[in-house]
């Protein structure tokens, strides 16, 4: 296989299962109002992130996709994803679920948007 698709399919991998553990430990942390002490839970999202985003900017490197265009607007939409990932979380052990919760619901709607535009890949 290509190696350049193998990249796409792992990092595709990696994004649901970013969200993945997003959802679940929006779940515990939001939803159940419970601390996030499981040390897997609390850091593999993370170490995942770090893989993730890794193989996205060496396809990046490859391709030399343009900022002004979709994968730009894609970039925006993963800042927002991963932004409202740590506010979410902090909010949540300040003990403020309300905005917690809405900064979640923000990130996984980044997330679906991001996802979208890598997929279908609008000309803009
Ligand atoms: C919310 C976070 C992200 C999601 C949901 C996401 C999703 C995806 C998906 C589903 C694909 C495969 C598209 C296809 O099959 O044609 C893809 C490709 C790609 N992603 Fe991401 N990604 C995310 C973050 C990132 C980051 C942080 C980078 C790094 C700069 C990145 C760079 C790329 C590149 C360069 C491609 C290949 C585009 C192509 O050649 O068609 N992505 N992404």
């Known amino acids: 296989m290509d190696s350049y698709i193998a990249l796409k399919h792992t990092h595709t991998l990696l ?3 970013s969200v993945l553990g997003f959802g679940l430990r929006g779940h515990i942390a939001l939803v159940m109002n419970r601390p996030l002490i499981n040390p897997v839970i609390r ?3 993370h170490v995942i992130n770090v893989i993730f985003i890794v193989l996205g900017l ?13 994968f730009g607007l894609k970039m925006i939409f993963v800042l927002i994803y991963f932004g409202s990932d740590g506010m979410a979380f902090a909010q949540a052990k300040k003990g403020r679920r309300g ?5 979640y619901v923000v990130g996984l709607i980044a997330f679906l948007v ?5 997929l279908s890949k609008p000309g803009l």
């Open 99 to 103: 905005p917690g919760v809405v900064l």
């Open 114 to 118: 991001a996802a979208w535009l890598a």
């Open 43 to 45: 850091l593999g999202p």
């Open 58 to 70: 060496a396809m990046w490197h490859i391709s030399k996709l343009p900022l002004l265009g979709w």
């Open 15 to 17: 994004a649901l299962l």
